[in-house]
């Protein structure tokens, strides 16, 4: 079999003006709930939106701001102050893709939405996940990684599908998550294609968003960032992509997010730095490797990832992820221990399923799902 790696996308810089936003309110006229609500989504967007020193063009026709790395949204948050950034980004700017009011709106209600369904446990209808878990009571994670295979079926506006990494700790009264991977998410993204996300949710009243839709994420790299599509995907019987995430957390304390073409390869994307979590601050109690579908409106879910069920026998015709592994206390990357692996299919298995294939030679510990 022919294992490809996933190229990561480089962009052609443009260099070209950004149009402002700038919204002119009359004072003296009586300002109605939904223009004042309007107003707060303007303002928040104008903060978001940093003056770009650079606008990109990617690819597949979307707008990158590259912004000052020390103007990005994530320091307008109270928490992160005196924040100190780790890395020195080497042209100064990170890229940001650009934020529209739609999708400012959507990642908040999505979030919302996500709550929602940890709180029950078990999704509602519309909503659908699959996981793979190790469970060993009492022990403590600091981060997650595994290759995800990567494919291209389309979803619907009002649907999205993702393949993903939780790292997770819970007490009776809130839940703390960080999530990650790759995902397909219209309402989010504004078009149908497979992109990176990250997220991260704290608290009772609900706090967190998508990528960097709200501030927390502290983006470092240059060239990888949220949203950012890839430029591979696999072909059901032919040939597969996979691409390597990681989730750690450093001696600081923070959570940080990398990618790369394997595990000895990865760039630093950036970080969720310890402050905005609660219970994630020294360890995680769980992290989950698997699957997750919606739709938001009484349409049918989608497809999960490749819209095939999983099997075990063909890599080339099941959405997978390998070398499924955790970071211990000492910062290392170990493998699941096969035993303590549960898998949670989700209330229609025949719909949507997991398995659990164990270790299996140079992939290590792997799983198929979809
Ligand atoms: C503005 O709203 C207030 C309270 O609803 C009302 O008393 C006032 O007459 C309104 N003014 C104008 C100019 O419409
Ligand atoms: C994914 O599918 C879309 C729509 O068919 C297409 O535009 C895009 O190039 C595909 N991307 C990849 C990486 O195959
Ligand atoms: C989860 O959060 C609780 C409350 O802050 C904390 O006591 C516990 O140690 C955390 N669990 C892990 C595994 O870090
Ligand atoms: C789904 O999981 C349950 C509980 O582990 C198991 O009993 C059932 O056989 C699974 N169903 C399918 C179709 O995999």
């Not at 739609?102 to 940890?118: E, G």
Request: proline fraction near 4%; charged fraction near 20%.
């Amino acid at each position: 079999m022919k294992y490809l790696r996933m190229i990561l996308m480089f962009f052609v810089l443009v260099s070209s003006s950004l149009v402002s936003t700038t919204h002119c309110v009359d004072g003296k006229r009586n300002i109605s709930k939904a223009e004042a609500n309007d107003m707060e989504i303007e303002k928040k967007l104008r903060i978001l939106n940093k003056e770009p020193v650079k606008t990109i063009i990617t690819e597949v026709g979307d707008t990158i701001d590259c912004i000052n790395i020390y103007k990005q949204p994530a320091f307008d948050n109270p928490l992160l102050k005196d924040h100190k950034l780790k890395e020195r980004c080497p042209l100064g700017t990170i890229p940001i893709r650009i934020k529209t009011k739609k999708q400012l709106l959507n990642a908040k209600y999505f979030i919302t939405k996500s709550k929602s369904i940890y709180e029950n446990s078990y999704p509602n209808i519309g909503y659908h996940f699959v996981f793979a878990e190790e469970i060993v009571i009492g022990k403590r994670y600091f981060g997650g990684a595994a290759f995800m295979s990567g494919h291209n079926l389309t979803v619907d506006p009002n649907q999205f599908s993702t393949s993903q990494i939780w790292i997770m700790n819970a007490t009776e009264q809130e839940i703390n998550t960080i999530e990650f991977g790759i995902m397909k998410h219209p309402e989010v993204f504004g078009d149908s294609l497979t992109r990176l996300f990250g997220s991260w949710i704290r608290g009772h009243q609900i706090y967190g968003c998508y990528n960097v839709l709200c501030n927390g994420f502290i983006q470092v790299s240059y060239d990888v960032f949220f949203g950012q599509t890839f430029s591979q995907s696999s072909i059901y019987g032919q040939v597969s992509y996979d691409v390597y995430l990681m989730v750690s957390k450093d001696l600081d304390g923070d959570w940080w997010l990398s990618m790369g073409p394997n595990a000895e390869a990865t760039e630093n994307i950036g970080y969720w730095p310890y402050e905005i979590l609660t219970l994630l601050r020294t360890s995680a109690s769980a992290v989950r490797y698997g699957g997750y579908v919606g739709a938001t409106s009484q349409a049918a879910t989608p497809p999960m990832v490749n819209g095939y069920l999983p099997q075990l026998g063909d890599y080339m015709k099941t959405t997978f992820m390998r070398k499924m592994k955790y970071t211990n206390e000492m910062g290392g990357l170990v493998n699941l221990y096969p035993h303590s692996v549960r898998t949670i299919n989700g209330t229609v298995p025949q719909c949507y399923n997991v398995m659990f294939a164990g270790h299996i030679g140079s992939w290590e510990n792997t799983m198929a799902y979809g």
